[in-house]
């Protein structure tokens, strides 16, 4: 099993940047693809990104396509979601999830406990 802890979330005005961390222990994330995914108030959680094992793959949702950039440092056991550009409608809680590259996008096994990030106008 993996543990995955999130940290980098924070109060940002519109236009601003955040990056998100999502450190692992217990195994080694080179076994999993790796996700993130969002929930706001009263809205179901959302897929955000995702990457693959070795990181040649990346996937978005178009709402945050362009803005929005996943990465995985093998070394560090870490996967990070720089965040550009931010918007008062990114304000969520911010989950990392690890599992296959099929269902990282979907239906993750394992889950970190989130972080806030709020995006004031």
């Known amino acids: 099993q993996v543990q995955l802890v999130e940290s980098g979330g924070g109060l940002v005005q519109a236009g601003g940047s955040l990056r998100l961390s999502c450190a692992a222990s217990?195994?080694?994330?080179?076994?999993?693809?790796m996700g993130w995914f969002r929930q706001a108030p009263g809205k179901e959680r959302e897929f955000v990104a995702a990457?693959?094992?070795?990181?040649?793959?990346?996937y978005y949702a178009d709402s945050v396509k362009g803005r929005f950039t996943i990465s995985r440092d093998g070394a560090k056991n870490t996967v990070y979601l720089q965040m550009n550009s931010l918007k008062p409608d990114d304000t969520a809680v911010y989950y990392c999830a690890a599992d296959n590259i099929l269902k990282v996008r979907t239906s993750p096994a394992y889950w970190g406990q989130g972080t806030q990030v709020t995006v004031s106008s």
């Open positions: 990457i693959s094992l070795g990181g040649s793959v990346t």
């Open positions: 217990g195994r080694t994330l080179s076994y999993y693809g």
